[in-house]
């Protein structure tokens, strides 16, 4: 990540762009107005992956910054002063690999890196807090780096990862909201006898059948509800075995929907379900729920203002979509108004080694994002009503 941030660091300061890595080793490059109190636009994304994936999830997105400052330099330099400025910011640890928690980088922006979360410990031992000093940084200069306070809006480019954009032939979407989250596990305990000499019907409680009656459930009832996604995505028989009943069997199950009215009725009526699965073969039912996130709506003026600039620039309809994944947008979205664009992942195929993105496709999100950017500072009402916009949305979160 050094070898990252110093390549960006080149580009940046070629670009005209002031650079520096904050306390949460988040990347920063900033592009002054020569107007002072200047509002300010941050666009961003991670730089950080998983193990073994692809070249294009989130690093895209902090390079499409620094393309967009460099596109921007070139025509300022006939049009003159700009009446905003820009911060393109890479964020750390997004993924949450190393510790087990996401969206280090981004927290830490907003104020929200909280002690406990500091001491988190890896896989050898290591807290977060260690690592931060083990990377050059101090993690006690965290409270010196929020937020820029003139910050107005937050754009984020990213890859889909999904087939959606493909499906559609559509290189590009404007994301309306990222999806709320639950995870849970589920356990069902039944009675473990042999299976040769167990009759079939009511003298076996197999903890299997139960969980696979509930698992074709979950598979229909998301079918039937619009926007929502079900997985189960790990499924154990502790100690089974060819010729015993199962006895015990453990599920995962994820649920995602842009509404949480919608993902909150899904838990309630698979939790049901599976009790009542369970319950005529004579099994327990258990359920914890590990995860509990809401959905995150992007702003409507900023996305408003960015869909027409991707009708200006393409010249094709928006394609609206709602974000299955988790992103940086979700986290800056708790602070300063935030907005996304989806560039078309071939294949739907992303956290993998052929993860891809079309040339072409790139050149779009470009053309756009410049689009959008030549508009805010040709047109002083349109910053304007994305000045008061984010005071509002501000004055709304008490922040």
Known sequence: MHRVHELFSEWMRAAGMAVHVDAAGNLRGVLESAEEEAPRLLIGSHLDTVANAGAFDGILGVVMGVALVEGLAVQNAATGVMPYAIEVIGFSEEEGVRFGKPFLGSLALIGELKPEVLARTDANGITVRQAIRDFGLDPDELATMALHPAAFGYLEFHIEQGPVLESEGAALGVVDAIAGQTRMVLTFTGHANHAGTTPMGSLRHDALAAAAEWIREVERYASAAPGLAATVGKIEVPSGAANVIPGACVATLDLRHAQDAVRQAAVEHLVAFASRASSTRGVQIAHTITLDQSAVPMDGVLTKALSSAVRGANGNATCMLTSGAGHDAMILA?????????LRTPGGLSHHPDESVLTEDVEAALG???????????????LDQLVTNARAYAEVRNV
């Open 368 to 382: 756009a994002g410049l689009e959008f950017l030549t508009r805010l500072r040709d047109d002083r009402a349109m």
């Open 334 to 342: 708790r602070r300063v108004p935030s907005a996304m664009v989806f």
